[in-house]
């Protein structure tokens, strides 16, 4: 596969006066643009690696939300609708006409709001291991939201903990859980607690019935249930991959850069 080339820009965009989104922009401007957002509690730079594999035609913005990487914000409001937000400045910012949107984890959710809210220009959405968890993406009921918030609030290493877990198929590498665990805890506050109990909230089947954009969802097959499948497979496109964990596109970029530059050209 060839590869993208010529230096990737690190450059920001200010949402008024509260918050300022930092991205990095690579490839060639006139090529089919490919938008990457990470999930909770990451940041671009873990799509690194996965650009450097992606084909030399592309076009590759990797966008930091609002308090993850070396973005910033002051604002009261944490849901995936503003962090689309977020995204949609960028695409603004570089005169984007028709972008595919690809979303790591929380960053499936906001790439679905990203789709829902520029319906002109969002051809298609990317979910990397996003949308199929169901005690995460489709709204709970009250009891099941009040069980998770509490815990976070409570224990917020402990809530970390069991994502990571929750997210690393049987026997999986202790050290890397380790890693991301440390990451994932060190993220700003209180951008952190306020986005997971965002997401826990975030009515993902309202949002999909406004979205008409096709919608590919690559998931870990160990860590894929199939309740979930069952439940959205007439609505997104689930593949299985064996690539790693829930964090495959870290532990496997080349095998994420094929299946980005393969959706984005189907």
């Known amino acids: 596969m060839a590869t993208t080339s010529g230096a990737h820009r690190d450059l920001e965009v200010r949402r008024s006066d509260h918050t300022t989104i930092r991205y990095t922009a690579g490839g060639r401007p006139d090529g089919p643009a490919l938008v990457l957002i990470h999930g909770w509690g990451c940041d671009r730079h873990d799509f690194d690696a996965v650009i450097d594999h992606l084909p030399s035609d592309h076009r590759v913005l990797a966008v930091d939300l609002a308090e993850h990487g070396g973005s910033r914000s002051t604002r009261d409001v944490w849901t995936m609708e503003e962090f689309a937000r977020d995204v949609a400045a960028v695409l603004e910012a570089e005169s984007v ?41 489709p709204a709970q009921d009250e009891e099941q939201t009040d069980a998770l918030v509490r815990m976070f609030r409570t224990d917020f290493a402990a809530g970390v ?17 380790d890693a991301y665990f440390e990451k994932m805890v060190a993220v700003r506050q209180p951008a952190g607690l306020r986005s997971i109990e965002a997401l826990v909230r975030w009515d993902m089947d309202a949002v999909l019935r406004e979205t008409e954009q096709p919608i590919t969802v690559f998931a870990i097959r160990d860590l894929a249930a199939p309740e979930a499948m069952d439940r959205y497979g007439d609505r997104l496109d689930i593949v299985l991959v064996d690539l790693g964990s829930h964090h495959f596109p870290v532990e496997a970029p080349e095998g994420t850069a094929k299946l980005l530059a393969g959706a984005v050209n189907a």
């Open 97 to 137: 006409d028709t972008a595919v949107v690809a979303g790591h984890s929380l960053g499936g959710a906001v790439a679905v709001e990203v789709a829902r809210l520029l319906p002109g220009t969002v051809s298609r959405v990317i979910a990397l291991d996003a949308l199929v968890y169901l005690s995460l993406f």
């Open 161 to 177: 903990r069991g994502l990571v877990e929750g997210g690393s198929p049987a026997g999986f590498d202790a050290a890397l859980k």
